[in-house]
């Protein structure tokens, strides 16, 4: 009889909510029930239930929502509707309360309550981690764990919590498995960094789509494999598939760090078929691809023309003028960046510091350094801090960065050798026999001297005219015997922080992407 009422009801209202366009259509709809049906026949709120999750109405969900919570009628279909709505509304902690309600109510769940609920579980793993097991273990005392729905979304789970060796056993038992669910063990083995394992699953797949395809990309971008990334790229052509927009982003992201600038240039003309400057993703990719290439006139017209500027896009073009030197318009940029409303971030002060750096305006690096953390909101990492303490060095003010070491970094025995070599190597430049004398005797006493700070404190001896100390620093190298290891300088280790942070802002962006 409920099912007989339930399918008249909603046959009554198919043409009705086929009309529904506003919150004041569902609302009379639902009057018409409440004055018709629901008295008699409470399930019969189940078609206009369904129809506001499938609508994919926020206000309509909404109201819904509301109406569901004071029913005093419930079921196993209505709770799995809600927990779909809830999915897809992007509420996946109400989506587990629902799902914690069904079971406090007695409710059976059945193979339609776990792909949604799984997803939730999904989308909370650091709030709420073990939700996802507590699932698995009802699924499976429900006999259920064949459903290849219920599966695929177990693998995914455990993907995402990086959990491959159960996801491989779910993916290994299941006998037809589609591209979705290969496509899902790729990602996940991409994800923490098993590039080999994911190549190995690609290779077997009997058919391939572009997200797939798409997945592999960001494995080995992920891995800085760049040159694969390229070779994928012309395979998935030769294949005769289309590029989506994380396929063009990953394969920017290699052009940019590859130099290649010819097949950027190839990807641009493609991306002008997604509306690139609408899509805030691929455009920021441009503009880090000309800019990493050493074309600031492309970037900045690439910059210019998009729809919408966020943080990420500000970032690449700010550090695009830095890398090439142009620390004037860097600082100009981000003044039009915090005009504009964006918040800037590690990444953007990174790069304005050593852009400050390279043409020695001190004044402004350390009015920004300042401002970081008291306006900006920014907490200072060592990065930062590293920027400074070159910026200072290499304007010839080795007191103040001696002094800086010393009040924000903790003092010599907390830094590394890049910013001891920094400052020695700008004691050697200007001469400052005293500060770069105190700097030796320190990392002397601290026994961490290396073979790079023995030849500076070897230099700044020799070239004062202060042989005794000279002799006993290369005596010590001798005794030591030191052999010379490869180094960089602090730039050289801020360039590849910034790259480092880059790359990080770029795989989100594939995340939101894919």
């Not at 273990?137 to 764990?145: C, E, P, S, V």
């Not at 500027?309 to 550090?319: E, V």
């Not at 001798?478 to 480092?500: D, F, H, N």
Request: glycine share 6%; hydrophobic share 40%.
């Amino acid at each position: 009889m409920i099912r007989i009422a339930v399918s008249e009801t909603h046959s009554a209202l198919t043409p009705f909510t086929q009309k529904c366009r506003t919150l004041n259509h569902l609302k009379e709809l639902h009057c018409q029930l409440l004055k018709h049906y629901l008295p008699e026949t409470p399930s019969a709120i189940t078609p206009l239930l369904s129809f506001a999750v499938n609508s994919r109405n926020p206000s309509f969900f909404n109201y819904l929502r509301i109406v569901f919570q004071n029913l005093g009628y419930q079921s196993t279909f209505l709770y799995n509707t809600m927990i779909r709505g809830y999915m897809q509304s992007d509420l996946p902690i109400p989506a587990v309360l629902c799902y914690k309600d069904m079971l406090r109510d007695k409710l059976i769940v059945n193979n339609y309550t776990f792909p949604p609920l799984i997803k939730a579980c999904s989308m909370i793993l650091n709030e709420f981690g073990q939700r996802g097991f507590s699932v698995h273990a009802h699924l499976l005392k429900m006999g259920l764990q064949h459903d290849r729905f219920i599966v695929a979304s177990l693998i995914e789970f455990y993907s995402l919590n990086h959990e491959m060796d159960r996801a491989r056993m779910l993916f290994d038992e299941i006998p037809n498995r589609d591209v979705v669910m290969w496509t899902t063990m790729i990602d996940g083995y991409g994800k923490i960094g098993e590039v080999g394992k994911a190549r190995l699953l690609f290779e077997e797949m009997p058919e391939r789509n572009v997200i797939s395809w798409s997945a592999m990309m960001a494995a080995y971008s992920r891995a800085s494999d760049f040159k694969e990334v390229l070779c994928l790229y012309r395979g998935m052509e030769e294949d005769g598939l289309k590029p989506n927009e994380s396929v063009l982003v990953s394969v920017l992201t290699a052009c940019a760090h590859l130099g290649a600038l010819a097949q950027g240039l190839l990807v641009h003309s493609f991306a002008k078929h997604y509306n690139y400057k609408s899509n805030p993703i691929l455009a920021t990719a441009l503009v880090d691809m000309y800019s990493k290439c050493g074309r600031m006139e492309s970037a900045s017209s690439v910059f210019e023309a998009m729809t919408y500027k966020d943080t990420g896009a500000w970032n690449a073009i700010i550090s695009g003028f830095a890398m090439n030197g142009n620390a004037v318009k860097s600082v100009q940029l981000f003044d039009r960046m915090i005009a504009s409303g964006n918040r800037p971030n590690e990444t953007t002060f990174v790069a304005l510091l050593s852009a400050c750096t390279h043409a020695e305006m001190v004044d402004v690096g350390l009015s920004l350094f300042a401002r970081m953390g008291s306006v900006y909101g920014v907490e200072p990492r060592f990065e930062h801090r590293a920027c400074v303490v070159d910026l200072l060095a290499r304007a010839g003010k080795l007191e103040d960065a001696e002094k800086f070491i010393e009040e924000n970094m903790g003092g010599i025995e907390k830094v590394d050798a890049n910013v001891w070599g920094a400052l020695l190597g700008a004691c050697r430049v200007y001469g400052n026999v005293e500060v770069g004398d105190r700097i030796w005797r320190k990392l002397s006493n601290m026994k961490v001297t290396d073979h790079g700070t023995c030849v500076l404190a070897y230099n700044i001896y020799k070239e004062a005219g202060r042989d005794i100390e000279a002799k006993c620093v290369r005596k010590l190298i001798e005794e030591m015997r030191i052999k010379k290891q490869p180094g960089c300088s602090v730039i050289e280790t801020i360039a590849s922080t910034l790259s480092v942070l880059h790359t990080e802002e770029s795989k989100k962006n594939q995340i939101l992407l894919h």
